[in-house]
């Protein structure tokens, strides 16, 4: 089975984690990303490219500190591609957490999961949905509780949406949040500033892109009953000892629910 679309580009990140988890001073270690990278093409490094590994990398070790410090008993992993974090961090006992996504992606990361034994560290449920749909119903249907506060990651999707969907997907995440909820995902259109003026390695991923939220997400989610945080990314990658390749990167966005 193979990936195409929107969902092969969970290869590249599965590669770039792999690489890292390799190196002496690593931000995290991905014991799993292998077994996906090697199923991927593997294409010459360009700038570009190496931005976007770079981006990765950071965003990769940032969530992962988000997730484990929210203290959310309840956990949604909007487009969880091939992420395994569910796999390898520790996760306070009692914690639940649903992994959304295209059913050939999650079929397809199921099949390399289990030819290598991998077991879930906490309760999972992974929920085949197109993002565009009506989740939310397969969600609550799966026992996903609104009254409970929920710590949600929204990993580098929200560019591959329009203006439309994107506003559609976070005011389904809000409607579906207690108060004391988490939200987290990048801040602007990262992917846009990584590749401007210089697209050249990853035009496979930049044909996809359909701008995201298309406004201030900082003014969207304080309009939407959320209290946003910013978090550039030069200072981000500073905090882990490592030094930003191109000042017009972005960042990313944490912000709580007051309801």
Request: glycine share 8%; with cysteine.
């Amino acid at each position: 089975m193979t990936l195409s679309g929107v969902g092969a580009t969970s290869l590249g990140v599965a590669r770039a984690r792999a690489r890292e988890s390799l190196r002496p001073d690593r931000l995290f270690d991905d014991p799993y990303a292998a077994a996906f990278a090697v199923a991927g093409e593997h294409r010459a490094v360009t700038p570009a490219r190496a931005r976007l590994a770079f981006h990765v990398i950071i965003r990769t070790r940032f969530y992962d500190d988000y997730l484990l410090a929210s203290g959310c008993r309840q956990v949604v992993l909007l487009a969880a591609g091939l992420d395994t974090r569910t796999y390898r961090l520790p996760w306070a006992p009692g914690v639940q957490v649903y992994e959304l996504d295209l059913p050939s992606v999650l079929s397809y990361k199921a099949g390399v999961l289990a030819g290598v034994d991998a077991v879930p560290r906490c309760s999972l449920t992974t929920l085949p949905v197109d993002l565009r749909t009506d989740w939310p119903s397969a969600l609550v249907g799966a026992g996903f509780s609104p009254a409970v506060p929920t710590a949600w990651l929204i990993e580098g999707l929200l560019v591959y949406l329009t203006a439309v969907e994107a506003s559609l997907l976070l005011t389904r995440v809000g409607s579906l949040s207690a108060p004391g909820s988490r939200v987290s995902f990048e801040r602007n259109n990262a992917a846009s500033a990584i590749a401007a003026g210089d697209r050249a390695g990853i035009e496979s991923y930049a044909e996809l892109w359909k701008g995201g939220l298309g406004e201030d997400p900082v003014a969207w989610l304080s309009s939407h009953g959320w209290s946003p945080e910013t978090h550039a990314l030069v200072d981000v990658a500073a905090s882990y000892g490592r030094t930003v390749l191109d000042e017009s990167f972005s960042g990313f966005l944490t912000a709580t629910y007051d309801g």
